[in-house]
């Protein structure tokens, strides 16, 4: 008999959800998932009716070896384990608009790949105290909202909105739709970050230490803008930059 056809056992916890019928109805009643692993080579029907599922969400589906999920749990976890995430994403396209209708002036933050969580927690909690409105993260390569990143963020990621998006381009190109220039920090520039004028509605880019802002994302960007440097250590780790240029917006705007 398919061990993946047998009766669904599989129960939740604090943090996973064991088992492909336990994960359906999970999605179905609503519940905040941050991402599902699934065994390599996975198939049937009921795996068929999870993929399908997935496609009306924005929950990321990772193809792992079955010894991860082992490791994970011992329990019969059927093949998917579903990572049960701590907050609740938003959709920017609901909060831009919302954040105008106040009489504020959006400032948002969209990171193009920054996978580690405590860069993720640190980023947050700059961005909490200086009263950016939402970060925004792409559906793949970015860091995984756990207890490390909330550890980090000192409970910043409880109180600002994060949106998860599948296409980063098209998400700057609704803020800049919708009334935002696109700064992106990097240092294929010679223009400085004290050069664009952020008073104004202003969405800025970070991205990975290792890669940077995707090419696609910089062609997009209304401007360029690098932090200087003086010393032998040629970068700044992520969430300080994020913090240097957050505060010049900051500055600007008192």
Do not use: W
């Not at 943090?15 to 991402?35: H, L, Q």
């Not at 580690?116 to 995984?144: E, F, S, W, Y």
């Not at 690098?226 to 970068?235: A, L």
């Amino acid at each position: 008999m398919d061990n993946f056809r047998r009766p669904q056992r599989a129960k939740e916890n604090n943090e996973f959800i064991f088992g492909i019928r336990a994960v359906i109805e999970a999605i179905k009643a609503g519940r905040d998932i941050e991402t599902i692993y699934q065994q390599r080579g996975l198939s049937g029907e009921l795996f068929l009716e999870l993929k399908a599922l997935l496609k009306d969400t924005l929950i990321p589906l990772n193809s792992v070896p079955v010894e991860k999920l082992n490791r994970m749990s011992q329990k019969n976890h059927q093949g998917i384990i579903a990572v049960i995430s701590p907050i609740t994403y938003q959709n920017i396209e609901d909060i831009v608009p919302a954040v105008f209708e106040k009489g504020e002036v959006p400032l948002i933050l969209v990171l193009d790949s920054v996978t580690d969580v405590r860069n993720m927690g640190a980023i947050a909690r700059t961005a909490a105290c200086v009263g950016v409105h939402a970060i925004v993260v792409p559906l793949k390569n970015a860091a995984q909202i756990n207890a490390d990143a909330i550890k980090t963020s000192a409970g910043a990621l409880f109180s600002i909105p994060i949106c998860r998006h599948s296409n980063l381009h098209k998400t700057c190109l609704f803020l800049q739709e919708s009334g935002l220039q696109i700064v992106a920090c990097t240092e294929k520039t010679n223009d400085f970050i004290y050069t664009p004028d952020y008073t104004v509605p202003t969405a800025i880019v970070m991205g990975s230490e290792d890669e940077g802002i995707s090419n696609e994302l910089l062609r997009v960007a209304d401007h360029l803008a690098k932090i200087p440097m003086s010393g032998k250590i040629e970068s700044l780790n992520v969430s300080v930059a994020a913090g240097v240029i957050l505060y010049e917006a900051v500055r600007q705007r008192m």
